[in-house]
């Protein structure tokens, strides 16, 4: 079995998630006969998310890449960035890092493209929902993207900032998330939507998702679960 190395931390509480579910599925997998050796470079989340929030795109892929560095000196072979938001300098580490980088965006457009969807609701961060880096790969796959207006992506960056990176889970947020996807299903005519960020699977899922949900986390495991025993 290979070992993963992830780049962790951008926040805590999505980092647990990839930690917990990795092992655990493999466990089961393997029956029991086995568990993934796994290296985690955590970051300094204030510093590399004030670099995202302030622009300074070059500062956050060189800190990026000192962590990729280290999970590459570790032995590490399936390697990964646990949040989207940090693939805003994806192609910039994947130019300058020796080793594949397995992204989150282009796993969730191959995925949401063998479900034969057309279109598809993001949310995520301001960033994420905004800028192209998670957009590219499905609109490549002639997928159409829409993200919720102005007020309603206020406050989802909102509750994911002051909530979720913290582990707080609110029922009032989870309707305000549900109401916002229903008005993007009836308004816009998204067959499913994204949680495109790491956190966001703590309060949405495909119970309680007015629509089908990609959950960005969980797809990504199952292709690092899958590279990691090849």
Not at 41 to 60: C, H, I, K, M, Q
Request: proline fraction near 3%; hydrophobic fraction near 40%.
């Amino acid at each position: 079995m290979k070992k993963i190395g992830l780049v962790g931390g951008t926040g805590p509480e999505s980092t647990l998630m990839y930690y917990k579910i990795l092992n655990s599925e493999i466990d089961c997998i393997t029956e029991g006969r086995a568990m993934p050796d796994i290296a985690i470079e955590s970051v300094n989340f204030p510093r590399a998310w004030n670099n995202v929030t302030e622009g300074r795109y070059d500062l956050l892929a060189d800190y990026l890449l000192e962590k990729l560095e280290c999970l590459d000196k570790s032995g590490s072979e399936v390697i990964s960035l646990t949040a989207v938001t940090m693939h805003v300098v994806y192609d910039e580490l994947a130019k300058r890092f020796n080793k594949p980088i397995i992204s989150i965006p282009r796993v969730v457009a191959e995925e949401i493209s063998s479900k034969g969807i057309k279109r598809i609701g993001l949310l995520g961060t301001i960033f994420t929902m905004e800028k192209d880096y998670m957009k590219k790969d499905l609109i490549e796959s002639g997928i159409e993207v829409f993200v919720p207006n102005d007020e309603e992506r206020q406050l989802v960056a909102k509750r994911i900032f002051e909530e979720l990176e913290k582990g707080i889970v609110k029922e009032s947020t989870l309707k305000e998330l549900t109401d916002i996807i229903t008005r993007m299903k009836n308004d816009d005519g998204i067959e499913g939507v994204i949680l495109g960020c790491t956190e966001l699977p703590l309060i949405l899922n495909s119970d309680n998702c007015p629509v089908a949900c990609f959950d960005a986390v969980e797809i990504h495991i199952r292709k690092l679960i899958e590279l990691s025993m090849e």
